[in-house]
């Protein structure tokens, strides 16, 4: 797809030397959370960190501390503080370091994270367990990890025991062959998803820099929004969750042409679903050349049926339940309790449904009518930003998908808002898993994440609305007053 030009503000003068003042304070605030993020999982078993049964002597490695939860969490809030503030600054930032240092900075968190246990939530068991399932001879789609109580592996679920897999067929191939590089030790087996998700992670940092490639500026953004992104490394470096995956084939799909992008754009969805989003990018790109738009479109049509109709139409059930559910930190909730309030007990599911798709087509088309460019990476991180406001389920590190598009389509503007959200809804996930959680702490998640995360994302949400209607609107008075006059 074809790269785009630097919408970087031109008039600021590149500086010199080491960052000084907010510049420096700013790249501080970087590197002090993702070290944080580094030492959560370095401390080793705690309320942030699940515990991995295994000889000690197997990767991911720890200092096997047990510290208390209220330090983790502190430190985890901390990390999350100074990584959204610190990074809204450094993209903001006059100090011009070679993005190539960005580049291996980056690069080397999400390589150590590989060998430390992944923090945050407890998903790389159920990973571990689905993968478990499918050497053992079971379907993760019709067998639950509960089903095999005394299996080493399967029985390490904390939360998700009695639910079948959600995620695609893609992602389960990749936990299975974690499961059988593994064997018996849920300890290896994460070791094994770890390598392959940081494997992951550092590819989709060095498209993002190849795609960004003869412009500087675009390319230390890439390595801020992406690789040395400390709330990235923080949800998909070190929370090791399959989103990485997803993004990589997205970002890759992007690149290539003709039928290799509509094959990487299948696997993405073989990831996980809702990644298919990106693919209006690449149609809206190819509207006005119908046969490169049926080459991709037909790839990618006929890799998605290959993948989903191996592992069988029973795939989608779970995905299907999970798309009626409400997460606790979206606004939705909020809406959830109001109708509950209002007309009784009940999920309002459909309403709740029908709510979201039409926020989302208002906000896909006012941020469509503000995009500076209809290029592909534009469309499509109109399109995820757009869901990812209007989900009634959504958690984080969705949001890994949103900043790789940015660094490609490079939009100042709505990195903002995508940086505010990830932030506030971040903090309503300390930890995203109930054990070991201090008791005295439970008003993190009675007060931040059912209260004050969804009054903030819905204030949020109506500033990006207000937003792009004004842009949108300054964008057509642009393209009239440009318009030759008769």
């Known amino acids: 797809m074809t790269r785009v030009p630097s919408v970087v503000d031109e008039r600021r003068v590149p500086a010199s030397g080491p960052p000084r003042g907010l510049d420096a304070v700013a790249f501080a605030a970087v590197g002090l959370s993702v070290a944080l993020t580094i030492m959560i999982g370095l401390l080793g078993p705690s309320a942030m ?14 200092l096997d501390l047990r510290p208390d939860g209220h330090l983790v969490i502190a430190m985890a809030a901390a990390a ?76 390490a679920v904390e939360e998700w025991a009695g639910v079948t897999s959600v995620y695609g067929p893609v992602a389960t191939a990749v936990q299975a062959l974690a499961s059988f590089a593994g064997g018996d030790s849920v300890r290896l087996t994460v070791f094994a998803m770890a390598a392959f998700n940081a ?26 929004l992406w690789v040395l992104n400390p709330l990235m490394i923080y949800h998909l470096a070190a929370g090791m969750h399959v989103d990485t995956l997803a993004v ?75 798309s009626k559910k409400v997460s606790l930190g979206t606004p939705w909730q909020l809406v959830k309790i109001g109708l509950q309030t209002l007309f009784g007990p009940g999920a309002y599911a459909s309403w709740i449904q029908i709510g979201s798709l039409l926020l989302l087509a208002a906000l896909a088309w006012l941020m469509l009518r503000a995009a500076p460019r209809d290029t592909a990476p534009a469309v499509a991180a109109v399109m995820v930003a757009a869901w990812l406001f209007a989900a009634p389920y959504a958690l984080p ?27 506030i809804l971040s903090l309503g996930y300390l930890p995203a898993r109930e054990a070991l959680q201090p008791a005295d702490l439970f008003w993190l998640k009675t007060v931040v994440r059912e209260r004050v995360v969804p009054w903030s994302l819905l204030a949020l949400t109506i500033a990006l609305l207000w937003w792009a209607a004004r842009a949108g609107a300054r964008a057509r008075r642009r393209s009239a007053s440009a318009a030759p006059r008769p």
């Open 199 to 224: 494997a992951a992670f550092v590819a989709t940092a060095l498209l993002l820099h190849r795609f960004t490639r003869g412009d500087a500026d675009l390319q230390r953004r890439a390595a801020l």
């Open 80 to 155: 999350i503080v100074l990584g959204g503030l610190g990074l809204a600054a450094a993209l903001r930032s006059r100090w011009r370091p070679d993005p190539r240092w960005l580049l291996a900075a980056g690069c080397v968190a999400a390589a150590l994270s590989a060998f430390l246990p992944p923090s945050g939530s407890a998903d790389h068991l159920n990973y571990a367990a689905y993968g478990r399932l499918v050497t053992l001879g079971h379907d993760p789609y019709a067998v639950t990890p509960a089903e095999l109580p005394g299996d080493p592996v399967a029985g």
């Open 397 to 423: 590190w969705y949001d890994g998908l949103a900043f790789a598009l940015l660094a490609m389509a490079s939009w100042p503007a709505l990195e903002g808002f995508v940086v505010a959200r990830v932030t």
């Open 49 to 62: 960190v699940p515990g991995l049964p295994g000889p000690s002597w197997q990767p991911p490695y720890s």
């Open 248 to 322: 990589t084939c997205m970002v890759a799909a992007l690149m290539a042409r003709g039928a290799g992008s509509g094959l990487l754009l299948g696997v993405g969805i073989g990831v996980k679903l809702n990644a298919g989003l990106v693919a209006l990018g690449p149609a809206w790109e190819l509207r006005r050349s119908p046969g490169r738009l049926a080459v991709v479109a037909g790839t990618a049509t006929a890799t998605v049926l290959l993948i989903y109709g191996v592992a069988g139409p029973h795939v989608l059930d779970q995905v299907g339940a999970a």
